[in-house]
């Protein structure tokens, strides 16, 4: 699948900032998008696209606050920097509790704006690759079958050929060829790796 | 000089009254306060500001790359130039609505306009606990004011004693709001509370702009009702109200002669 390129998205009901900050963000090479309201943005919301918003607090319908509620509930993971007027820091204190990226009054030094869009830009990448990285070492996880799996669960505690033998009724040698093929499909290179994997994935034996 | 002052614990009002207060009711509640006004004010002011300050940034940044386009730079000081003129057309109306139009002005008696307002202010008083009782002079003379403005600066001094009595238990919360002929003929209108009062330290700066004791306040209230005040050749200030809480008054000369 291709990548989008990333884009700024920039949410405020005043034309004038928005234009402005269009602006900015072009002069500096950065790709923009506006939206005048909170409502117009969520019509046109595409979880897919990477970047990072930049959200007015006060706006009238639905306030950036509510917006950033409403991307929590659909757990998106965009980042968003807010931007407000003056006399609006107890509104910030919130944002910032409801896992804002971070916080500007306005009139603010575009640099700083910038830098910020830089950080929360890198920050968006590093968590959707992330999360690429984890649905991939899931997929594998996912392949392996019902028996590797038992053998996985028993590796993941520590236990050793002979016991796991054991406790499944098997012979070493049948669960030496087990414990190869998890470390085969799992791509884990050790078992500590192996089972910081399986911690990552929250991964638990469904058999 | 003694006056006739009576006083009156305010009673529910009746259905009808209700009916007939709504419309004037709407008309006071898209007024809200000054502090809200200014907050709102001040809000739109920083729109333009902040638009300015992005242009003419970026602007800067465009100029200092090796191939600057001129017709973006172009485009960015037209719209400085047009977000410059619309702050300064904040400004202005925000001005004219605080030293207001002379030829706004009428006699009023002091008393009646507290009674419209307080009206309009028992749903929120009852929301607050709060007891609001009159202490009105029936025989004031006319003041000449502008009454919208006169009714902010009311508005904005009872909603700050609600404000000011949240601290003290909801059964002991009481604001009078007053009228009295002073000695030198001018007429007072008084809101007092007995809630914590004005502390000693925040008195002297009381009416500047922009100081504010509250989380959330402008800082713009009082400096705004004061400037309101004086542009009537008012006075307009604060005293400590006994036993306990605050007193603000505005005192406003009467129309001497006018009555006939």
Known sequence: ?207 | MKCNVETNKMPNRSADNGLLLTGRMMHVSRLATIGEMASGVAHELNQPLAAIANYAQASVRVLNSPNPDMADIREALVEIGAQAVRAGDIIRRMRNLVRGDDAERAPTDASELVEEMVDLLQADARAHDTQLTLTLDRALPPILIARVQIQHVLLNLIRNALEALIPIPSRQREIVIGTQRLPDGDVEIFVSDNGPGVAPTVIERLFEPFFTTKPTGTGLGLAISNTIVRSHDGTFGHRPNTPSGACFYMRIPSISGAES
């Open chain 1, 1 to 207: 699948m291709k990548e989008k390129p990333p884009a700024v998205i920039i949410v405020d009901d005043d034309e004038a900032v928005r234009s402005s900050l269009r602006f900015v963000f072009k002069s500096v090479g950065l790709a923009a998008t506006a939206y005048p309201s909170a409502q117009a943005f969520l019509t046109a919301y595409d979880p897919d696209q990477p970047g990072c918003l930049v959200l007015d607090v006060r706006m009238p319908g639905m306030s950036g606050l509510a917006l950033q509620e409403q991307l929590n509930l659909k757990g998106a993971m965009i980042p968003v920097i807010f931007i407000s007027g003056h006399g609006d820091i107890p509104m910030a204190v919130e944002a910032i509790q409801h896992g804002a990226f971070d916080f500007l009054q306005k009139p603010f030094r575009d640099q700083d704006l910038i830098d910020r869009v830089q950080r929360a830009l890198a920050k968006d990448e590093s968590n959707r690759s992330a999360l690429k990285e984890r649905s991939r070492i899931r997929e594998r996880f996912e392949s392996l079958t019902p028996r590797e799996r038992d053998v996985l669960a028993l590796m993941t505690t520590g236990k050793a050929n002979k016991v796991m033998a054991a406790e499944l009724g098997l012979s070493q040698r049948t669960i030496e060829i087990h414990r190869s093929h998890v470390m085969e499909k799992t791509g884990a290179s050790s078992l500590a790796q192996l089972v910081r994997m399986a911690m990552d994935l929250n991964w638990t034996n469904v058999t």
